[in-house]
């Protein structure tokens, strides 16, 4: 599960569950909202020099319109594809959660793809405070969907590849090849949550 | 890949509006939306902080233009007073619904007070952001940082060359 930086936790998961189930919760340094992760999940992040991506100011709605135009040449012809507020969506149903992180040269877009889920799972995740106007009141199982239900894994996968292709070169990459020991002084601030931390907003749940 | 931006920044015009030597005895916003105002007497940067300079204190926050391109401010992080800043670096966010942007220092110094209202109160930063949605007060340690940065009227301009090139 991972979980925005600043929120309460008590606001955003049923902690008694998540205690109950020893569900590890994840800080991440981005913005956004809270989403159950599971083996299926497919996160992309797109981490850019804002100079190198010129037409986009550095500002959360125009990096989002950029990404939604990204999005829709990966999914054109294959799925009814929105970006609606800020989650990318096969016609009203949310698939995909976004959050960003902005500094000053460079920013980080973010998606966790919902390719599939149990619905046992969404019950962890409370109802947020702060719920997209095109949610309506609808509850998790009729407002979000699965992604394989629309098409193959490797579909998406390729189709992303050549619609950042046709924006920038790319190249894969082991994560072994990463050379993480030569950036020096990097303060992780993504972290686990301890179950200190998890037990005590449980107490400010009724 | 051609981008348009919102309605409401695309039709983002900019103007001065003075400053009284207080700035509450100004109105600092158009009543439009769609217009970001600039403070004259202010000092700003290509990062969208701006700097007021008063003696031997400096007040810090972003600008109007900033503010309305980040949407609503949900939660702001702010240092401790004691703490220091660096000209060009990071010294809090700002967190908007699906992002958090970094708020980077016009100039150097200590901080010696941080806007606690915003804790509580982090709209503030966008009803009003010259006034009550300071962030930080620092003492300067190198003034002379003011002089490379841009006054009102290049900020002015800066915003209007960004929103049109996008």
């Given at each position: 599960m991972w979980n925005i930086l600043h929120r309460k936790l008590s606001e955003l998961v049923e902690t008694k569950s998540v205690l109950r189930d020893h569900i590890p919760i994840i800080r991440r340094f981005t913005g956004g909202g809270t989403v159950v992760v599971d083996n299926g999940t497919i996160f992309v992040t797109l981490i850019c020099n804002k100079d190198a991506v010129?037409?986009?100011?550095?500002f959360p709605r125009p990096i989002m319109s950029w990404s939604g135009l990204l999005y829709g040449k990966v999914f054109e012809g294959l799925a009814d594809f929105h970006l609606r507020e800020n989650d990318y969506a096969f016609g009203d149903r949310k698939f995909g959660g976004n959050a960003q992180s902005i500094t000053k040269n460079r920013w980080i877009h973010h998606t966790s793809f919902l390719w599939d889920y149990q619905v046992k799972n969404m019950?962890?995740?409370?109802?947020?405070?702060?719920?997209?106007?095109?949610?309506?009141?609808?509850d998790h199982t009729d407002f979000i969907c699965r992604m394989k239900e629309h098409m193959p894994r490797s579909e998406f996968i390729e189709r992303t590849i050549k619609a950042v292709g046709d924006e920038f070169s790319v190249s894969p990459v082991s994560l072994d090849s990463i050379d993480i020991d030569s950036v020096s002084e990097y303060v992780h601030t993504t972290r686990l949550l301890t179950e200190q931390e998890i037990r005590e907003a449980s107490i400010l749940q009724t | 890949m051609a981008l348009r931006m919102w309605a409401s920044s695309t039709a983002n015009a900019l103007k001065i509006s003075s400053s009284a030597s207080?700035?509450?005895?100004?109105?600092?916003?158009?009543?439009?939306?769609c217009f970001s105002s600039v403070l004259d007497g202010l000092k700003y940067t290509s990062s969208h902080e701006w700097v007021k300079h008063e003696g031997s204190v400096a007040t810090i926050g972003i600008s109007d233009h900033a503010q309305d391109h980040l949407g609503e401010v949900v939660f702001v992080e702010l240092p401790e007073p004691g703490g220091s800043v660096t000209k060009g670096n990071g010294f809090g966010a700002v967190e908007s619904v699906k992002a958090t942007s970094d708020v980077n220092s016009p100039i150097s110094g200590e901080i010696?007070?941080?806007?606690?209202k915003l804790t509580g109160k982090p709209g503030l930063i966008n009803s009003s952001p010259y006034e009550d949605g300071w962030m930080i007060k620092i003492k300067p340690s190198?003034?002379?940082?003011?002089?490379?940065l841009l006054g009102a009227k290049e900020y002015t301009k800066f915003c209007e060359e960004e929103d049109a090139a996008h």
């Open positions: 010129p037409n986009v100011q550095p019950s962890y995740l409370k109802l947020p405070s702060k719920a997209p106007k095109y949610r309506l009141t609808r | 207080r700035l509450h005895l100004s109105p600092p916003f158009s009543i439009s939306r010696v007070e941080v806007n606690d190198d003034p002379s940082e003011l002089e490379s």
